[in-house]
C-alpha cells in the first residue's frame, strides 16, 4: 500500500512541475536566460576553448597517423621485408596443419595401442 501512495506522489509531483514549466511566463523566462547565456562571453569563450581543443585533438590524431617521409630505398626495403615476412607467415601456416595432422595420427595410434 505504501509503495502505491509512494508512486502517486511521484506521478503527481512529476506532473506538477511538468505542468509549471510548460506555464508561459516560466518557458518566456527560460527563453530569455538561455538566449542571455548564449549571447554572453562566458558562452562564447567556453564555446572557443571546445572548438580549440578539438582541433589540436585532430591534428594530434593526423599526425599520428600521417605517413613518414620515406626514402625509396627505405620504401624498396619495407617491401622487400613485407614481402619475406608474408612468406614466413605462410610457411608457419603450413607447419601447423603438418602438426595437427601429426597429432591427430598420434591420436589414432595410441587408440589403436589402447585397444590391443
Do not use: H, W
Request: aromatic share 4%.
Amino acid at each position: 500500500m505504501a509503495d502505491n501512495k509512494d508512486k502517486n506522489l511521484k506521478s503527481s509531483s512529476a506532473e506538477f512541475i511538468t505542468d509549471l514549466l510548460r506555464g508561459p511566463r516560466v518557458r518566456r523566462g527560460l527563453t530569455e536566460t538561455l538566449g542571455q547565456y548564449l549571447g554572453s562571453d562566458d558562452f562564447k569563450a567556453e564555446r572557443e576553448r571546445i572548438r580549440r581543443g578539438a582541433g589540436e585533438r585532430l591534428r594530434n590524431i593526423r599526425n599520428r597517423y600521417r605517413p613518414k617521409q620515406r626514402t625509396p630505398e627505405i620504401v624498396a626495403r619495407e617491401r622487400e621485408l613485407t614481402l619475406r615476412l608474408a612468406d614466413v607467415e605462410t610457411e608457419a601456416a603450413e607447419l601447423r596443419l603438418r602438426l595437427s595432422e601429426l597429432l591427430e595420427e598420434e591420436e589414432r595410434l595410441r587408440g589403436a595401442l589402447e585397444e590391443l
